[in-house]
């Protein structure tokens, strides 16, 4: 039987949910007084992005092990030394994969980072950081020892697209999905952040299902080796509507269970179920799709429902009731 792969989250904790997976825990907090960092074996996720890129790792791969070093806040705020502090622990407590869906905005300490970066990824571990978010590189994702991750619109969610001899090496797929926040209730998740956790998820399950290492595992994913910005900056289109009976009742269903108007029922087939042509508010979309799941008897994964299934009445029909 195979060893699980052991993931390091450096995050903002996790939930109790994720508690039979996790085999390692704890929460560093930097004093800005004493200047001294603290441990504590308190690691609840207080704002949900840890437990958001946990969902995302385990809805790719089953077999993982968190361990889990909380950096940041309810805010979802932390610092350099904190983040210096959990490198230093995990040359300590060997991992497969570390997952940093953060970025350091300040330099202080960027020097002592990198040192600890090349020790670990010389260690044989794995370091897929996000880039900030509407950025085009940030610290430490530029690294060589680590791997910078973007995300698109325009990516196979099963894939990437890898380069090793760029800065920012690795691309996936952005576009949000359903996860269940730290208090149990669900939402969408998107960003650099969830494109990131999809690679480590992406990542650990070939690791698990391969004796294929390093960087070769990234090559194993990759659909594409060259892409430009223009490549990366292509949004999501919707697919044209193929009208039908069947779609115009199904039509007249989600218009009932979402309550909406007459002027937006008569608008239902020709227009986006995106702002600015409905103004829809997340809660009314997870009303929607555990509705429709229901009556359809359909199962939606958290961690890979996109919320693109959602664009207009063609693709949540071709969800629920089509062949996907």
């Avoid at 619109?153 to 760029?166: A, C, G, P, Q, S």
């Avoid at 829809?280 to 979309?285: N, P």
Wanted: contains cysteine; hydrophobic residues 40%.
């Amino acid at each position: 039987m195979k060893n699980k792969i052991k993931i390091a989250l450096i995050d903002s904790g996790i939930n109790d949910r994720f508690n039979s997976q996790v085999i390692e825990g704890i929460s560093i907090i930097y004093d800005e007084k004493k200047k001294q960092v603290s441990f504590s074996d308190d690691y609840t996720d207080e704002n949900g992005h840890g437990t958001y890129c946990a969902q995302i790792i385990n809805s790719y791969c089953p077999f993982v092990e968190f361990v889990v070093i909380k950096i940041l806040d309810k805010n979802n705020r932390g610092c350099s030394q904190a983040l210096t502090a959990a490198l230093e622990y995990l040359l300590q407590f060997p991992v497969d994969i570390i997952n940093l869906s953060l970025a350091v905005l300040q330099g202080d300490l960027n020097e002592k980072i990198s040192q600890l970066c090349v020790r670990l990824k010389n260690n044989g571990v794995i370091i897929n950081v996000s880039v900030a978010n509407r950025e085009l590189t940030s610290f430490p994702a530029s690294l060589r020892s680590t791997v910078g991750i973007r995300g698109a619109f325009n990516i196979d969610n099963h894939k990437i697209w890898f380069n090793e001899k760029i800065e920012i090496q690795c691309v996936a797929n952005i576009i949000p999905v359903l996860v269940y926040n730290h208090e149990s209730a669900k939402t969408f998740f998107g960003g650099n952040s969830k494109a990131t956790a999809l690679v480590t998820g992406l990542i650990a399950n070939t690791m698990y299902n391969s004796k294929i290492v390093g960087e070769e595992l990234f090559k194993e994913l990759a659909a594409r080796t060259k892409w430009d910005e223009n490549d990366i900056q292509k949004e999501f289109r919707s697919p044209e509507i193929k009208y039908s009976q069947e779609l115009k009742s199904f039509s007249e269903l989600v218009c009932d269970l979402l309550q909406l108007n007459s002027s937006e029922r008569n608008r239902i087939l020709e227009i986006s179920l995106f702002p600015p042509a409905l103004k829809l508010e997340t809660e009314q979309y997870i009303y929607l799709i555990e509705r429709l799941a229901e009556i359809y008897h359909k199962n939606v994964i958290p961690g890979q429902f996109e919320l693109t299934e959602m664009s207009n009445i063609y693709t949540i029909y071709n969800f629920f009731n089509g062949d996907k």
